[in-house]
C-alpha cells in the first residue's frame, strides 16, 4: 500500500511522521511520486480548510485586514517553483511546492474581541512571488549571504510593554491585563531560551527565507519573522521562529485545531464557542 493510499485511508500523523524519518531519502525514485502525492493531498485539503475559514469568521463580526485574505495561485507557479529551485541549486521542501501549488497566499489577521488578540497567530503565510524576489536579491550580493542572527533575548519586551501600555489606555484593571499578557509573556521566554540554542550553533550558510510574520507582527506589534532555511530535500520543513519550532504541517494541524489561531494552544481562556464554530467539519491533515 502507498503512503497516498494510506494517508486517503485516515493513517495522517503515521504517514507523515515515516516521511519526515526518511529525510533526504523521501526523494529516491521509489517515494518521490508517491510523497509529492501526499504533500499534494495535504495542501489540498488545507485549502479547503481555509476557505471554510474565510466564509465563516465574518460571520462572528471577525473583520480581515485584507481585502483579499486568500489569493489562488498563480498559473505560472510550477514554473517559479523551478525558477526558485535553479537559484537554490536545490530543491524546494515538498510541503512548501505543494502548498504554493494548492494554496497560495493566506492572511487571516484582522480584529476580534475575541479571537484575534496578541499572541493569537492566524494563519498568515507569503506567495511564491515574494519568495523569488527574496531569493534572487540574495543571491545577488553573496557578501550579505550570512543569516541574520537570531533576535536578542528581551527584544519583545519593548513590545509588550507598549501593548500593556494600550490596554491600560482602554481602562483594563491591571490584574486582568497583566493575566491577558501572561500567555504571550511566557511564550517570548521560551523563545529566547531557543534563540540562546541557536546562537551556540554554526551558521547555517542557506537562504533564509521569511515565509511569514511571526505573531507580534500579526498583531501589528514589532516582531520577528518565521523562517524557512532553503534549499531543503525533505518532504516538510521546519518552521523557524515559531513556537515549539514546529514542521509546517504540525503548525497547520494545530493552527486548523484552533479555527486558524494556532497561539491559543495551551491558553487557559480561549474563545470556545468561536473556536468550535470555526473547526466545524475542517478536514484532518
Known sequence: ????????????????????????????????????????????????????????LPELGYKFHDKKPFVSPPRNTESQCKK?????????????????????????TGEHQALHTVNSDP????????????VADWAGHPATRAPAPPQPAGAWKGSVEAWRRSLR????????????L????????????????????????????DF???ELHKAG????????LLPCAASDFTLEGAQGTPLFVDYLRQSFQYGGFRGWIGHEGPPHREIEFLTRDLLPL
Open 1 to 56: 500500500m502507498t503512503f497516498l493510499e494510506r494517508y486517503l485511508q485516515g493513517q495522517h500523523t503515521a504517514v507523515w511522521a515515516e516521511l519526515n524519518e526518511l529525510g533526504d531519502n523521501v526523494r529516491s525514485r521509489k517515494l518521490r511520486d508517491d510523497a509529492y502525492a501526499v504533500a499534494r493531498e495535504t495542501m489540498r485539503r488545507a485549502r479547503v480548510n481555509i476557505e471554510a475559514l474565510i466564509k465563516r
Open 84 to 108: 526558485l529551485e535553479r537559484i537554490l541549486s536545490g530543491p524546494l521542501p515538498m510541503t512548501l511546492w505543494a502548498w504554493w501549488e494548492q494554496v497560495g497566499e493566506v492572511s487571516l
Open 123 to 134: 494563519i498568515v503565510f507569503a506567495p511564491v512571488s515574494y519568495a523569488l524576489e527574496a
Open 169 to 180: 489606555a482602554r481602562d483594563m484593571a491591571g490584574d486582568e491585563i497583566e493575566a491577558l
Open 182 to 209: 501572561a500567555p504571550s509573556i511566557a511564550m517570548f521566554e521560551a523563545q529566547d531560551r531557543e534563540y540562546e540554542k541557536l546562537r551556540a550553533m554554526p551558521a547555517d550558510p542557506r537562504f533564509r527565507f
Open 212 to 214: 511569514a510574520p511571526d
Open 221 to 228: 506589534i514589532s516582531g520577528a519573522t518565521y523562517d524557512v
